[in-house]
């Protein structure tokens, strides 16, 4: 079969045609590309939004009923931990807790139990005894820990410290890895102190 012969002209039209029909290809692909890009920016815009409702995990101890590690959304408050972890017991000093505070990941929320009133008037330089009401580690204040003999302002600091980073103290062995408290004082301390 032979092709029809074109002219010159005729050829230039086509050409322009299929150029015109390139050109209006490209322009097309072209404009969903960026349609493309601009839904994957929405949604890495959408994760990150997701990502700032992320949970935080929080250890909760102390004097509450189930102590553990829960998960709770950002912009959790103390309060809201102490419910996940069943409220506080009968021994808990929620005075020294701020249940309003906001939570951070990671953060520990320590539960502190309730200084008997011997304990309190021993603490304060009053007439009953040491060996009568032990100070409690898990609760006691700087201001208690510096009371007890040979420890400190700066001894005091470090027991809390510990038992931020650490958790309550399970015995009174424990102290023994608190910095500046050796064998000796440990001993020294023995009786004082409770848990």
């Known amino acids: 079969m032979k ?3 074109i002219s010159r002209q005729q050829a230039i039209v086509i050409c322009v045609l299929v150029l015109v029909l390139l050109v209006g290809a490209g322009k097309l692909l072209g404009a969903r590309h960026p349609a493309v890009q601009r839904r994957a920016r929405v949604k890495l815009v959408g994760g990150a939004t997701s990502s700032s409702r992320a949970q935080l995990l929080v250890d909760v101890s102390g004097a509450v009923r189930r ?3 829960y998960k709770l959304p950002a912009g959790s408050r103390i309060n809201d931990a102490l419910l996940k972890a069943g409220g506080e017991t009968e021994k808990a000093d929620l005075t020294l807790v701020n249940r309003a505070a906001s939570l951070a990941d990671g953060q520990q929320v320590l539960v502190p139990e309730k200084v008997t009133a011997t ?3 021993t603490a304060s330089g009053g007439s009953a005894p040491a060996t009568t009401a032990p ?11 510096d009371e007890l003999p040979g420890v400190g302002p700066s001894t005091a600091q ?8 650490n958790g309550p ?20 301390l023995r009786d004082l102190v409770v848990p």
């Open 3 to 5: 092709l029809p012969e």
């Open 67 to 69: 102590p553990g590690v």
């Open 119 to 121: 304990a309190a008037a």
């Open 135 to 145: 100070v409690r580690l898990n609760s006691a204040t700087l201001e208690q820990l």
């Open 158 to 165: 470090r027991i809390i410290d510990y038992r931020t980073a």
């Open 169 to 188: 103290f399970k015995s009174v062995d424990e102290l023994d890895s608190v910095s500046g408290i050796g064998p000796a004082k440990l001993a020294e």
